[in-house]
């Protein structure tokens, strides 16, 4: 890891961010931390010290990225080099195979311990089913245990969520990967309001209908994956993906703005109203990612440019949770708008 330059650094002040429902306030760009399993944790632990020295003050965590350890020691470092805890946001989630009742407190309690934090700035249901896969397993991968989606089930989950506020251990809570069929159970019977829904987005998978729905709903929509996953595991990639970085709308305004691609899909984002937050371990990615949300932004005809070259291709497709062999991965995503049994 390389020590940021004073010129390397951003002032925090200078990254927009977004509201929420209750008022709180979440920067717009935040770092990722999954090192799609062939990033170590070590790797990207020293990112995020590299990152907090930069200006990131978002960290996007989860359990089952096997890092949170690390970047606890990693988070440590910062607060002792003098950023104050409450300058952070820190998001973790809850994986699958901890979403029986007996077993979410403990879950939050264990990412707590390794982030070595007292609270968590947003905690989030990972992936709306109990569907456990190995870490590091190929896209054939299934559990014999696997269920479709199971709203009482969900419910519990959601209510071991809304005990985790109460006790004070996570200041927000939400969803991830979620769809509207599900989402508007969850809004009927939820106690404490999702303020996220954490879902892909980027140039190539604009998903407008969700995302018109969250925004609607006062859920803010926090974009995965948004420069399009370059580093994705194996397992997430068909001959059917489409590379966002490449597409001749992103490249030309990129051209005219002198910047990379990856900032243009950035800018795009956080313009059209999603937070992000990228991966990245290398020093000028970081910063050029952090430069995109604050330099000049796009034009609203390079908005419309961007919104006509939408393909509708998910790249982050789930298929090990599907929960019968003669399924295809569509059926994680109630495309027909009704919930997939
Ligand atoms: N909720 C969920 O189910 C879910 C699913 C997927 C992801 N996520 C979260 O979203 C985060 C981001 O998604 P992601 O990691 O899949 O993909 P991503 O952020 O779209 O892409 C990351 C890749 O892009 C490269 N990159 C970063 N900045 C770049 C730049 N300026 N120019 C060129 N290449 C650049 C990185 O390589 P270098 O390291 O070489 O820069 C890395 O390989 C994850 O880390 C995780 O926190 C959540």
């Known amino acids: 890891m390389s020590n940021a330059s004073p010129t390397e650094q951003v002032d925090p002040s200078r990254v927009p961010s977004f509201p929420l429902a209750d008022g709180s306030k979440i920067p717009a760009i935040g770092l990722g931390t999954f090192g799609s399993d062939h990033v170590t944790a070590d790797t990207v632990a020293s990112a995020v010290i590299e990152a907090g020295r930069m200006g990131y003050r978002h960290f996007d965590c989860a359990a089952v990225y096997a890092n949170e350890p690390e970047i606890g020691g990693a988070l440590a470092q910062l607060m002792a080099a003098g950023i104050e805890r409450e300058q952070l946001w820190i998001t973790s989630k809850l994986w699958n195979d901890k979403h029986d009742k007996n077993d979410v407190a403990s879950a939050c309690e264990q990412s707590l311990r390794h982030l070595g934090l007292e609270y968590l700035d947003l905690y989030l249901i990972h992936w709306p089913f109990r569907n456990y896969h190995p870490p590091g397993c190929d896209g054939t991968s299934r559990s014999k245990d696997s269920t479709p989606y199971l709203h009482d089930r969900y419910m519990e989950t959601w209510r071991e969520l809304e005990r985790l506020h109460q006790r004070g251990l996570v200041r927000h809570i939400g969803t991830s990967n979620m769809t509207m ?161």
């Open 181 to 341: 069929p599900k989402l508007e159970l969850l809004l009927r019977d939820a106690t404490i309001h999702p303020v996220v829904n954490q879902l892909e987005l980027h140039p190539h998978f604009q998903q407008p209908e969700l995302f018109e729905f969250l925004v609607a709903h006062r859920i803010l929509p926090i974009g995965y994956s948004p420069l399009g996953s370059p580093g994705r595991p194996d397992r997430d990639r068909t001959p059917e993906d489409t590379v966002a970085l490449e597409d001749p709308g992103i490249v030309a305004i990129a051209e005219n703005h002198g910047i990379h691609p990856a900032a243009v899909c950035l800018k795009w984002g956080v313009q059209r109203g999603n937070a992000v937050i990228p991966f990245s371990t290398k020093t000028r990615n970081l910063l050029s990612n952090l430069q995109a949300v604050i330099s000049d932004p796009l034009t609203s005809d390079e908005m419309q440019v961007i919104a006509a070259i939408d393909k509708n291709v998910r790249l982050i497709k789930g298929q090990v949770f599907l929960w019968r062999e003669e399924q295809c991965w569509e059926d994680l995503w109630d495309l027909d708008g009704s919930i997939a049994k």
